[in-house]
């Protein structure tokens, strides 16, 4: 019997290695496919991509810019995903302000600063106790650097562009958990409750000590969550 498909989304700047942990702990039940968000400079194209290398019917793990392109997989082809899980996310398109800060970092990626970028975000990405932990901050500036300058920019477009999914999450109808780290320093409780109150019967978990990467800052609780979640799918 075929092990069911799941699609893993990345978030931006990150590689497939964010996803290592869950790798380990769930192919030998999974088959796990893992998107390419490195060529378009839309969400739409993303998504579109995503489909098109996805098996017909798969469970869907999103992370961050993940989860932009999961909210438009669900505009363009609801019936395809057995389940979802929105990791880090939200759902709001940006604002000016948030307009301006990106557009800050593609002036400063297009000026040859793109090292400069990484080193920024990097504090707004993981716990603040973590700051120091060096294994994983080599991971994460790994990452980066494979993900590189222009991949950088292009996903900076694609999310300046992104639609704002609010209206389209009531008609999501696929079984969806919702994780956020407690202390991510990005997504905000507001965000979790507009997608948890608009999502029909989601369901949402925390966890504690955890930025925005829960994936590699608590990889053990979030391979528990993800297991259990994807078993009681089948």
Not at 182 to 187: H, L, Q, Y
Request: glycine content about 6%; aromatic content about 6%; hydrophobic content about 45%.
């Amino acid at each position: 019997m075929p092990r069911p498909a799941v699609v893993f989304a990345s978030g931006q700047l990150l590689t497939i290695d964010c996803w290592a942990p869950q790798a380990v702990a769930l192919s030998d039940d999974y088959d796990l496919r893992f998107a390419d968000h490195t060529r378009d400079e839309t969400v739409s194209g993303m998504a579109t991509r995503l489909l098109a290398e996805a098996p017909d019917r798969f469970h869907l793990v999103a992370h961050a810019l993940g989860g932009f392109t999961a909210f438009e997989v669900m505009r363009q082809a609801p019936q395809r995903v057995i389940s979802l899980v929105l990791i880090a996310t939200l759902a709001p398109n940006d604002g000016p302000a948030q307009t301006e800060r990106r557009q800050g970092y593609i002036r400063l990626v297009e000026d040859g600063r793109f090292a400069e970028v990484v080193e920024e975000r990097i504090p707004i990405l993981v716990h603040p106790a973590r700051r120091e932990d060096a294994p994983l901050l080599t991971v994460v500036r790994r990452m980066a650097a494979d993900t590189g300058a222009e991949t950088f920019l292009r996903q900076q477009r694609a999310i300046m562009t992104r639609p704002d999914s609010r209206p389209s999450l009531g008609a999501i109808r696929a079984p969806t958990l919702v994780i956020r780290g407690a202390e991510d320093g990005i997504t905000t409780g507001a965000h979790v409750n507009e997608i948890v109150g608009g999502i029909p019967y989601a369901r949402f978990e925390e966890i504690p000590d955890c930025g925005h990467l829960p994936t590699l800052e608590k990889p053990q609780t979030t391979n528990r969550l993800l297991a259990a979640w994807l078993a009681q799918q089948a």
